[in-house]
């Protein structure tokens, strides 16, 4: 990790896909005073998070929904569980047992990670149990430069 002596801006507008969420228009300016090239870094797209009832990982593969188990394992280097995947839809979601949830949408990667730590089913916001999804891109964020990308978070 390198700190980027940042600013974050982000306009929210209703709608998104099929009008179920938000669009998120993010810009990250880097003022960083360190001039150093870091190279190309994997990137969140963004990062999100759910609680204990959203365990299930949802996203598509080959034109057909796909369901990944979910986990989290402490003796893996990178520990969540199913790590990397392809979302070739550009979409990702982290449900309940019910199919109701949270996805996120980057028209511009197909690669996500994603993974689910503690008890599956229980917890709220307070609690341990945690859902993660992010779109992901290898992406080179030099000193003093400006990122834009767009997303959208779906219910």
Known sequence: NVPCECEFEQKIT?????????????????????????????????????????YRLLTTEGGELKEYNAGWDSSNSFPWVPGAFTADENWAALVDESGWGMGVVNLDTTDFIGGFSGEKGSGGPYDAPTGYVAPVMNLALPANTTYEYTFFLVL
């Open 14 to 54: 209703l709608g998104g896909p099929a009008d179920t969420g938000v669009r998120v228009d993010a810009t990250l300016h880097n003022h960083r005073s360190d001039t150093t090239d870091y190279g190309a870094r994997s990137q969140e797209l963004p990062a999100v998070y759910s609680n204990g009832p959203y």
